[in-house]
Antibody, heavy 119, light 108 residues
Framework: QVQLQESGPGLVKPSQTLSLTCTVSGGSFNSVGYYWTWIRQHPGKGLEWIGSIYYSGSTYYNPALKSRVFISVDRSKNQFSLKVSSVTAADTAVFYC???????????WGQGTTVTVSS | SYELTQPPSVSVSPGQTARITCSGDALPQEYAYWYQQKPGQAPVLVINKDSERPSGIPERFSGSSSGTTVTLTISGVQAEDEADYYCQSGGSSDTFVHFGGGTKLTVL
């Protein structure tokens, strides 16, 4: 059974870069057809897609965030990462990593990690 | 920008049927997915590709699609079904991921 676990600093200063990593265990990370995705949830609000990286390495970003977001993969460590630059208080949220296969829904999620942007 | 529209809240008594709708112009061309999220927890996929129920999801959860609207139906609602529910579309190489705003299901 695949498991995803987010990790990274819980506190980031304004204007700095937020960096998170999702570690995938239990298989499938290098399998054909999977998308590895970052999603955030502002306090008390709904889910917001940040972006995804396909098994091939192709990336897809939310147009609203595209200028500040970068997603990469480290296959040797079964990890994919998120960077959000020039953060403000509006980036304070719970960040989730998740996976889905081709046109299936997101069937595996990390537990989420809270990131607060504050000086 | 493209939006998926859900009602903010739905309330039902235990044992009744809850229906949560999600509307979007692209839904006739894209699959929809439904997630259940309880407080402090990650979302859980309860309906895949409009109407498929993933393994482990109770039979009382079902999904349907008609034109630009998809519907999550929970038959015989139980207290444990009280949660936020989100619809989602897209997610392949030619369509971005979109989430609806979420619907809070209250079991009276």
């Amino acid at each position: 059974q695949v498991q995803l676990q987010e990790s990274g600093p819980g506190l980031v200063k304004p204007s700095q870069t937020l960096s998170l990593t999702c570690t995938v265990s239990g298989g499938s990370f290098n399998s054909v057809g999977y998308y590895w995705t970052w999603i955030r949830q502002h306090p008390g609000k709904g889910l917001e897609w940040i972006g995804s990286i396909y098994y091939s390495g192709s990336t897809y970003y939310n147009p609203a965030l595209k200028s500040r977001v970068f997603i990469s993969v480290d296959r040797s460590k079964n990890q994919f990462s998120l960077k959000v630059s020039s953060v403000t208080a509006a980036d304070t949220a719970v960040f989730y990593c998740a996976r889905h296969f081709e046109r299936d829904g997101m069937d595996a999620w990390g537990q989420g990690t809270t990131v607060t942007v504050s000086s | 920008s493209y939006e998926l529209t859900q009602p903010p809240s739905v309330s039902v008594s235990p044992g009744q049927t809850a229906r949560i709708t999600c509307s979007g112009d692209a839904l006739p061309q894209e699959y929809a997915y439904w997630y259940q999220q309880k407080p402090g927890q990650a979302p859980v996929l309860v309906i895949n590709k409009d109407s498929e129920r993933p393994s482990g999801i109770p039979e009382r959860f079902s999904g349907s699609s008609s034109g630009t609207t998809v519907t999550l139906t929970i038959s015989g609602v139980q207290a444990e079904d009280e949660a936020d529910y989100y619809c989602q579309s897209g997610g392949s190489s030619d369509t971005f991921v979109h989430f609806g705003g979420g619907t809070k299901l209250t079991v009276l």
